[in-house]
């Protein structure tokens, strides 16, 4: 599994976790007003864990929201078989290493792919 695929399902886990920081919070006020009112000292020990697991769950989120998912854009170097004039494009499917493909803008020779590879696409 590539490792994008992975933060893919990771930021499906988003909804799920904010999901649950909002009821933990919703619990945790709810048991804050319930101490408040009957002053019983067990309520504040399960406040205290809601608050937790609240803490817990946001952590997750700000977590899962930081992923940043790298994006590829696969390339192919042209190499001219003379002057060693060299064009980078977006790769085509069929495309395979030393195949011979357009003509060289400077000297009209026959053009060969010299490298095929992916590169990390910048999102801003
Ligand atoms: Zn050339």
Not at 43 to 67: A, H, Q
Not at 80 to 96: A, L, N, R
Request: one cysteine or more; glycine letters at 2%.
């Amino acid at each position: 599994m590539s490792l994008e695929r992975i933060y893919e399902i990771k930021k499906q886990w988003i909804p799920v976790y904010a999901l649950l920081l909002a009821v933990a919070l919703v619990v945790t006020i709810y048991l804050v007003l319930v101490y408040m009112y009957t002053q019983n000292e067990d309520f504040l020990m399960y406040t205290m864990l809601s608050l937790l697991f609240s803490l817990y769950m946001g952590f997750n989120l700000v977590k899962l929201i930081r992923i940043k998912i790298p994006k590829y854009s696969y390339v192919k170097v042209l190499k001219c078989s003379q002057c060693d004039h060299t064009i980078t494009v977006p790769m085509k499917k069929g495309d395979y290493l030393f195949k011979e493909e357009g003509t060289c803008p400077k000297c009209s020779s026959k053009m060969y792919i010299a490298a095929l590879y992916k590169e990390e696409v910048r999102r801003s």
